[in-house]
């Protein structure tokens, strides 16, 4: 990664600060925004922002992204994705995702229904899965804990190995930060997890197709 890693013998640890998210309705109780810039090998690609409100005991978590890959200035790859999602005591209630994958449009959603988990739009159209599910909910460190996660954007409820790595120094924001490192292996889904010692989540690298390392850095 253009991880900027730093030895574990630096001396000094510095707060970081996660930017405040923009005003909210009265109705809705702002609890947190990361904005991170995507980059494809060292090339910057793209942004992807993630936003958490509240609304009485309901969390409601949108996530925006759009990444352009050009060579020679013409564009090789396009990919735009937007997903709500609603929350509640770390339970899935429902979400719903939009995806333009080069040109592929896909949308899934799902919601819960009664002792069952229900997604629509995708292969797995109207399975029903367990009635308390988790998504990967990078902003919650309590996903490494589950051993299926859904993929909101397949639609997929996938087997996950969490393994956690030893503690490192991540460079953020320009400055070093104590971070623990978790590795996130899947169907079709290989990445690296960064968080602070307050659980923050810092930072985030996957493998993709052909080897190349996209990796999420907050701006």
Known sequence: MRRKLISLTMVGLFVLTIAMPAPAPASEAALDRWDFDVF?????????????????????VRSVADFEYRILFIPAYRYEHSNSEQWSNDCLLGFEAKTNANGKYTQVSGRQDGDYFTVQGSDRSNEQLPECIMSFAYWNPDFLDQ??????????YVDVTVERLPEEMLEVRGQPVAATRFRVTAYGVDLMLWYSSDNRWLALESIAKGGHVIRYELS
């Not at 494809?40 to 409601?60: A, F, M, P, W």
């Open 40 to 60: 494809l090998n060292d090339k910057k690609v793209g942004k992807h922002s993630y936003e958490i409100t509240r609304s009485g005991d309901t969390e409601q």
């Open 147 to 156: 051993s299926r996660l859904l993929n909101p954007q397949t639609g997929e």
